[in-house]
């Protein structure tokens, strides 16, 4: 057997015995639970003892008025939000603009129609019950983000394993709860090392989903095809084409690094292009352009696979468009000259330095500007022999 659902409590604060009874007996009639105060004091213990659904407030009262009760129940944090309604003789657009002022949501004039009190007390109660509902649900929906964030950190490698003559530094900075940026440095088979930065191209809880699929995707296939990039691209391609109907897609670039040697052999599926900045900087900055299209766009789509050499000394930076297209509080974007400029002038230090290098000249950059997009950026550096 159910339980009833307990009667909504409105509080009646009014001196004049007669509008009590009055009020009270009809509001009574109508189901709800009733409580009469003749004054502000008792008015303030009463909302303190039990927080009431709604309030009837008189203005004119010995003592306290209704202004001054109105302000100090807004005080309470668990009365705050309690709807109040103002019930006076005074009919001044003045004391209505006031009341609203201060947190009344609705004014009745007396004398009053019985039929008007109880129209507008229901009305009350309703989009007060519909703001709780949405509270709640808003409130659900924070924690469900708040556990998919985790997921998601939980995803990716927190410590970077270690490659003896390497230096390798990330961070990555949501914009949100949860993000579409994600990044992977993976042990391959022969002493090999995957390394990926990827960017999902949407916001939201969808890009999180879809982030996650493609993460664990990547993951998978670069396993499986732990030499050919483009083979990967290929199978990931397939299976999001067939797995999910959306107008999302991800741009990944994916490198394969022989520790020993320096080579890496990559593609870019339609990514941020990698800056390789060498140990003489007289050499210019080469930049990993893009070998195909983002995955999950088009079938039957091919990525070519480049090679790369990094000799001691060299820097590889990854991003994505996160950094580059942070805006200042004037709207101008930080760019990848910016980028660069702050890697050339941190050139010798060790790739985490070059990293917060980077990040602290982007947050002196955008200021108090709000932040888009997520941001990811990793720094790969060979050490010197």
């Known amino acids: 057997m ?6 909504e409590s409105i509080l009646i604060v009014d001196d004049t015995q007669a509008n009590l009874r009055l009020l ?24 303190e003892a039990e927080t009431p659904n709604l309030i009837l407030l008189d203005i004119r009262m010995p003592g306290m008025d209704g202004y001054q009760v109105c302000r100090r129940i807004k005080e309470l944090p668990q009365a705050r939000d309690i709807p109040i309604l103002f ?3 005074l009919d001044e657009v003045q004391e209505k603009m006031k009341a609203f002022a201060i947190g009344g949501l609705d004014y009745i004039t007396k004398p009053f129609q019985l039929e008007e009190v109880v129209a507008r007390v229901e009305t009350h109660l309703s989009l007060r019950r519909l703001q709780q509902s949405l509270q709640e649900a808003n409130q659900r929906m924070q924690r469900e983000l708040v556990l998919a964030a985790q997921v998601q950190a939980s995803m990716m490698r927190s410590r970077l394993p270690r490659l003896p003559g390497w230096q390798l530094a990330v ?7 949860t993000c579409g940026d994600f990044y992977d440095v ?11 930065i990827a960017d999902v191209v949407d916001k939201g809880v969808g890009a999180a989903l879809y982030m996650s699929m493609s993460f664990t995707l990547l993951r998978t296939y670069v396993i499986e095809y732990p030499e050919n990039p483009e ?4 199978a990931v391609n397939r299976r999001i084409l067939e797995d999910i109907q959306t107008d999302q897609f991800v741009t990944v670039f994916l490198g394969v690094l022989d520790p020993q040697a320096g080579e890496m052999i990559y593609s870019n599926a339609g990514h941020n292009p990698p800056a390789l900045l060498r140990a003489n900087q007289d050499s210019g900055v080469e930049l990993l352009a893009r070998t195909g299209m983002a995955l999950g766009v088009l079938e039957e789509l091919t990525w070519e696979q480049r ?15 996160g950094v580059t297209d942070a805006e200042s509080e004037g709207h101008d974007f930080y760019g990848l000259e910016r980028l660069l400029q702050v890697v050339q002038g941190n050139f010798d230090r060790p790739a985490e330095a070059l990293r917060d290098a980077v990040l602290d000249e982007l947050s002196v950059f955008t200021q108090a500007a709000a932040q888009l997009d997520d941001i990811a950026l990793m720094i790969l550096k060979r050490q010197q022999s």
């Open 2 to 7: 159910e339980l009833s659902a307990k009667p």
């Open 24 to 47: 009270s007996q009809l509001l009574t009639k109508r189901g709800y639970r009733v409580r009469a105060v003749t004054n502000g004091p008792r008015a303030l213990a009463s909302v």
């Open 87 to 89: 019930i006076s003789a």
């Open 171 to 177: 961070k990555l900075i949501p914009a949100k709860l």
């Open 186 to 196: 993976l042990y391959l088979p022969d002493g090999k090392v995957a390394i990926l």
């Open 231 to 234: 083979q990967v691209f290929l």
């Open 307 to 321: 090679r790369i050499l990094l000799a001691p000394g060299d820097v590889l930076v990854f991003y994505t468009d």
